[in-house]
């Protein structure tokens, strides 16, 4: 009895000691790529694809890189969001993919798909379609500021900008295209200060990061009057929640997630209504509209809880527009402003 305690003891601690002596696999680094061209393979399948199903239905899918040739596949019955489908979540299937030999497959039981060369083939039982790759645009993309109004980015340089902790001059930079780009220094904010109601217009494109997850994933900000944070976020395929794109952070989910895959121009048009004050005291939340790549995603949402996380506090002062620097290198352009009357 003696010697098999000791042979076992001498067995589990021979185990002990293996399992320590084992390398840890090596944890890969989040990449960002700002450039489509140097984004990798898994970059040539995700994206957005259209098509007709069975009986002539409208069909759309999201296709979302995980990283390392891993794809999460979203289906949905009626169309694209934004273009055909209700918002109903029984239209909706998930399915995971997998890259090998210059294909993606995925399915299950009832569906079969395989996706390469920029169309996705299904099979249901004894019937086939496809979709093909879409790139859409937003319908505000490149909108030139009307008379009057105050341009804040139009690729030429940073003078409308500070940093938002008040130094000078602004940290991010002025990319030879004429993009701006967020360079690490910490937010941003502009010189213009806004005391009353205005639109607000802002294009950015999100890189492609994908091994990264969550907030981490492309992450800015766009703050009304230096206190509502309108999320940025690689939101692409996901819920759409408070904390994503199109979304006021923690306070208004948007009514349907707009995100368009990295690399690709993205737009918020905004009209804001700031709180109003007597005698020191607010008697009116502040409220904003927001469409976002031109689909409307927050009807005239109104802040009871005040301002944003991060934001600064609410009263009568004038207050700038503040872009958040997260560590992502995001990139915009074509800012500007119309105040109203």
């Known amino acids: 009895m003696r010697k098999l305690l000791s042979a076992l003891l001498l067995f589990t601690f021979a185990v002990a000691v293996s399992a320590q002596d084992k390398p840890k696999p090596e944890k890969k680094p989040i990449e960002s790529f700002t450039e489509s061209g140097k984004a990798g393979p898994d970059f040539t399948f995700q994206g957005e694809y259209t098509g007709e199903g069975p009986g002539e239905q409208k069909v759309g899918a999201q296709v979302i890189a995980d990283g390392d040739g891993a794809f999460t596949i979203k289906g949905f019955r009626g169309g694209l969001p934004g273009d055909g489908w209700d918002g109903e979540a029984d239209k909706v299937k998930v399915f995971k993919g997998k890259l090998e030999d210059g294909k993606v497959t995925f399915g299950d039981d009832d569906h079969k798909a395989i996706i390469a060369a920029g169309k996705i083939s299904v099979s249901v039982g004894d019937r086939t379609f496809e979709l093909k790759k879409a790139t859409r645009k937003s ?92 999320q940025v976020l690689d939101s692409f395929g996901l819920k759409g929640l408070n904390n994503e794109a199109g979304g006021f952070y923690q306070e208004h989910d948007p009514k349907v997630n707009m995100c368009y895959p990295p690399l690709q121009w993205q737009t918020y048009d905004i009209d804001f209504t700031p709180a109003k004050f007597e005698n020191g005291k607010k008697t009116v939340n502040a409220r904003a509209t927001v469409k976002h790549n031109g689909v409307l995603v927050q009807d005239n949402v109104e802040f009871k809880k005040g301002p944003t996380p991060g934001g600064v506090g609410e009263d009568e002062s004038a207050q700038g527009i503040r872009l958040q620097d997260h560590g992502n290198p995001m990139m915009f352009r074509n800012i500007w402003a119309a105040e109203k009357k």
């Open 139 to 230: 319908s505000t993309e490149g909108m030139k500021a009307p008379e009057g109004a105050i341009v804040m980015f139009d690729g030429k340089n940073l003078d409308a900008w500070t940093k938002a902790d008040g130094k000078t001059p602004a940290s991010w930079t002025v990319r030879d295209d004429g993009v701006m780009q967020v360079k690490g220094g910490g937010d941003i904010l502009s010189k213009q200060k806004f005391s009353g109601p205005f639109t607000l217009h802002v294009e950015f494109m999100l890189p492609f990061m994908p091994r990264a997850r969550g907030q981490g994933r492309a992450n800015s900000g766009v703050y009304l009057q230096n206190r509502y944070e309108l």
